[in-house]
């Protein structure tokens, strides 16, 4: 089976990164990982990537003059391993117009709120602070704009009146596994194509693509 052929980026714990890499474990899943990067020495995901036999490295944003090197380098590692599909993975560094546009269509990103609400950081305090009644995640291509960019798949959770920031993010997690595995799965098996601001899909039902949890 062909499979595609993934870079996943991380910062920092790297629980997206466990899901992918376990369900690129499974000899039917179509996707594999080339290399996982860290912008960040001690994320913890560096570490899950080696235990798991991934190349992985870190790409210090620190050590360069400027984010036009810092994202020439990220580039060159990806055109290296061949890379056709990045996956963003708690990536928590905004990347510039000229990289975005390079990767057009062939990067993702998981954002732990239902957008376009609550973009940025802090989502699931400033849902709570709201009095907001359903948090979740989403799926999305990278646009240039911060959490921005076609929708693929999202998850929603009920927020309810015990919930802390610490609760709501353990919940919504979860949900981000899930759709980060599944929708990776849906692009390699050619079911989603972008079509203006919005993805288009073929052979696929739409609850595939609307997850809640629990189901009513
Ligand atoms: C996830 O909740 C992800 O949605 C979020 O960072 C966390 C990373 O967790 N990303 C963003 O906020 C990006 N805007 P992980 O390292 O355990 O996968």
Request: with cysteine; net charge negative.
């Amino acid at each position: 089976m062909r499979k595609l052929k993934l870079a996943v980026m991380i910062s920092g714990s790297g629980t997206n990164l466990q899901a992918i890499i376990d369900a690129c474990n499974a000899p039917e899943y179509p996707a594999e990982i080339m290399v996982v990067i860290s912008n960040r020495p001690t994320a913890k995901g560096l570490e899950r990537a080696r235990q798991s036999g991934l190349t992985a490295v870190c790409i210090d944003h620190t050590e360069y003059e400027n984010r036009a090197d810092f994202e020439a380098e990220l580039h060159t590692r990806l055109k290296e391993n061949e890379v056709e599909l990045v996956c963003l993975a708690g990536f928590m560094r905004l990347l510039g117009a000229d990289f975005v546009s390079r990767w057009k269509d062939r990067m993702i990103n998981i954002h732990p709120s239902l957008l376009p609400s609550y973009k940025g950081l802090h989502t699931h305090e400033r849902a709570i602070e709201d009095g907001a009644k359903f948090g979740g995640c989403t799926l999305h291509f990278v646009r240039p704009e911060m959490d921005d960019g076609p929708i693929i798949m999202q998850a929603a959770v009920p927020i309810t009146p015990d919930d802390t920031e610490q609760s709501l993010i353990q919940r919504v997690l979860v949900q981000e596994h899930i759709i980060y595995t599944a929708g990776i799965r849906m692009i390699a098996e050619g079911r989603v194509r972008v079509s203006g601001r919005k993805c288009v899909f073929k052979d696929t039902n739409w609850p595939e693509t609307n997850l809640i949890s629990p189901t009513p």
